[in-house]
């Protein structure tokens, strides 16, 4: 097992990340509050790793609660359902939730964590490639509301991340790529070395390589917890860890959240975040096309769906966290390896790039 620290002050938390961890929880928790946990999980995952969860956790109150599988569902509705359960179970302000499954499990969890009895500790055992790398690191918790993704949330940092990297293996393909879509990102914003060896390295980590995903996961949650502890409530950098997000979201919202996965949407994302960056002068078309290929070679799309206008795109993407007094906000990069985030573009330069994108779709 290794072990990584996100530095908050007391809010600090480790990560865990290897083989077998489900089978050795006890060991991994961080001393708790009370006695009650409730494992918050899906019903996708509980079939495959719910028991071993409960059996390592036998020594305490532990209850669980499984919501049906699917992004359509991280809404207000299921939050409620996580409440309603709580109050039912007589939870106090002691318990702990543990949120056992995918980003979406992660998220909304986090976010029932957040605000019930004002706020109680929660755990993350995430079982996807993005949820070990991004989403289950860093505390941003929430649901989607009809008119915006993740619009209704808070920043609530977990107690610690527990990553079992043998979860992996049962992950279909797609999620796999879409977890990956995440991994380039880091590399692209932050570290040109660790882009080189993602690029070198991808048909291991497709593969499932054991030693090539711990080490893309471990070197994806250093990045992450660097950003997040410079930044831990997005005032400025943590912005960069959104390469491809703006333009990803507008996808995810104008296809129905479920139907493009939030890594495959992030993927076409950043290749446009690519594209315009290479209009306003900071890459070289060949970087374009080398960032482009790792994608590709990721299994992931390098273009948005068929048939999504210019408009639809600036539409959507005009409601977004990052805006700035309904200003555009992007993450773009100033050279590969480097994120900035800037308002400082000619919107005709950002309608141009989307109009060549959609014509490829
Ligand atoms: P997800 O949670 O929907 O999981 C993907 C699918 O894989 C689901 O069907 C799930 O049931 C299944 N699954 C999970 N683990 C499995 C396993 N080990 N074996 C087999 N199937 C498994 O999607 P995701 O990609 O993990 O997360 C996407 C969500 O995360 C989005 O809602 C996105 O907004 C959010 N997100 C949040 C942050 C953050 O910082 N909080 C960052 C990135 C993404
Ligand atoms: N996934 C973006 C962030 O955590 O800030």
């Known amino acids: 097992m290794e072990t990584l620290g996100v530095e908050l002050g007391e809010r600090s938390y480790p990560i865990h990340i290897g083989p077998g961890l489900l089978m050795q929880l006890r060991q991994c928790l961080p001393p708790l509050a009370g006695r009650q946990l409730l494992v918050v999980t899906n019903d996708t995952i509980a079939p495959l790793y719910l028991e071993p969860v409960l059996a390592s956790l036998q020594d305490y109150e532990t209850s669980s609660l499984i919501l049906p599988d699917g992004e359509q569902f991280k809404t207000l ?3 409620n359902r996580i409440f309603t359960c709580l109050l039912e179970r007589r939870h106090s302000r002691t318990t702990t939730l543990i949120a056992l499954g995918g ?9 029932a964590a957040a605000a019930y009895q004002r706020g109680v500790d929660f755990i993350q055992i995430p079982t996807t490639l993005l949820a070990q790398v991004d989403s289950s690191v860093g505390g941003k918790t929430g649901v989607n509301h009809p008119l915006g993704k993740n619009m209704i949330g808070a920043f609530h940092q977990p107690r610690a991340v527990i990553a079992d990297t043998d979860t992996l293996n ?5 999620e796999l790529a879409a977890g990956l879509a995440e991994v380039i990102k880091y590399g692209l914003i932050r570290d040109l070395t660790f882009l080189d060896w993602i690029e070198t390295n991808m048909p291991r980590l497709v593969a499932r390589e054991p030693d090539a995903m711990t080490y893309a996961i471990r070197r994806s949650c ?7 502890a410079a930044d831990e409530r997005e005032g400025g950098l943590r912005a960069i860890l959104n390469l491809g997000h703006t333009f990803g979201h507008a996808i995810e919202a104008a296809q129905g959240y479920g139907q493009w996965l939030h890594g495959e949407a992030v993927a076409a994302g950043m290749v446009m975040a690519l594209e315009l960056s290479a209009r306003l002068g900071n890459l070289r078309p060949e970087q374009v096309a080398r960032g482009r290929a790792i994608i590709a070679a990721a299994g992931l799309p390098v273009q948005g769906p068929a048939g999504m206008s210019v408009d639809s795109y600036l539409e959507k993407m005009a409601v977004d966290k990052k805006n700035v007094d309904a200003r555009l906000r992007l993450v773009l990069l100033e050279a590969m390896g480097s994120a900035i985030v800037t308002t400082d573009f000619d919107p005709e330069q950002l309608r141009a790039t989307l109009h060549d994108c959609t014509a490829q779709a």
């Open 170 to 174: 049962t992950l279909p393909p797609r």
């Open 103 to 111: 980003g979406v499990i992660g998220d909304i969890t986090g976010f």
């Open 77 to 79: 509705d299921t939050l």
């Open 222 to 228: 250093e990045i992450k917890a660097e950003v997040v």
